[in-house]
Nanobody
Framework: QVLLDESGGGLVQAGDSLTLSCEFS????????MGWFRQAPGKEREFVAT????????YYADSVKGRFTISRDRAKNTVTLQMNTLKPEDTAVYYC?????WGTGRYDYWGQGTQVTVSS
């Protein structure tokens, strides 16, 4: 069982920055990738970014590329999503997720979500 604890959401204005963090705990060596997803009201959950835990390889959704940065701290079992130049369309509940099968698109464990609201 992997437990995820997210933090850092809030209300900001367009153009501002915000940092989300997610600390996980669980069986040693299980997690080999972490991801961030988001779900806006009335929309399906969508992929935002992912990072391979060992090598640090990253991938981003086109909508956030160049504005968001995902990183990890292996010593602290923490993944961070730095969000810059936020737009009102970034408003959503953001979830971090963990996987032991990175690269397959499957995420087995999810955080509780943190609200990000960007006002225009």
């Amino acid at each position: 069982q992997v437990l995820l604890d997210e933090s850092g959401g809030g209300l900001v204005q367009a153009g501002d920055s915000l940092t989300l963090s997610c600390e996980f705990s669980g069986p040693r060596g299980y997690v080999n990738g972490m991801g961030w997803f988001r779900q806006a009201p009335g929309k399906e959950r969508e992929f935002v970014a992912t990072i391979g835990w060992s090598g640090g390889t990253t991938y981003y959704a086109d909508s956030v590329k160049g504005r968001f940065t995902i990183s990890r701290d292996r010593a602290k079992n923490t993944v961070t999503l730095q969000m810059n130049t936020l737009k009102p369309e970034d408003t959503a509940v953001y979830y971090c997720a963990a996987t032991g099968a990175w690269g397959t698109g499957r995420y087995d464990y999810w955080g509780q979500g943190t609200q990000v609201t960007v006002s225009s």
